[in-house]
């Protein structure tokens, strides 16, 4: 898993948003719990994607179920 630091540094050498209404959504659950930017849910999602050899997976519907996989990439 990236730290907090490595999600910052990467996230911010991103050029430009892919998934922009999906990087919204991630930003906007993961507020609830504490506070990223769209780079860096960018960064978290397209990490996670990789994880499974995906380019971009589809978001859960449920915002529960996002969170879920949101925080094990901010430890």
């Not at 996230?11 to 719990?33: F, H, Q, S, T």
């Not at 769209?38 to 050899?53: G, H, L, R, V």
């Not at 529960?64 to 094990?72: Q, S």
């Amino acid at each position: 898993m990236p730290s907090k630091t490595d999600l910052r540094t990467k996230g911010a050498n991103m050029k430009k948003l892919e998934y922009p209404k999906d990087c919204k959504r991630i930003v906007k659950v993961a507020l609830k719990y504490g506070k990223i930017n769209d780079k860096e849910a960018q960064y978290i999602w397209k990490t996670y994607s990789n994880d499974f050899a995906a380019g971009w997976l589809i978001l859960p519907d449920s915002d529960a179920d996002l969170w879920e996989i949101i925080k094990e990439y901010l430890r």
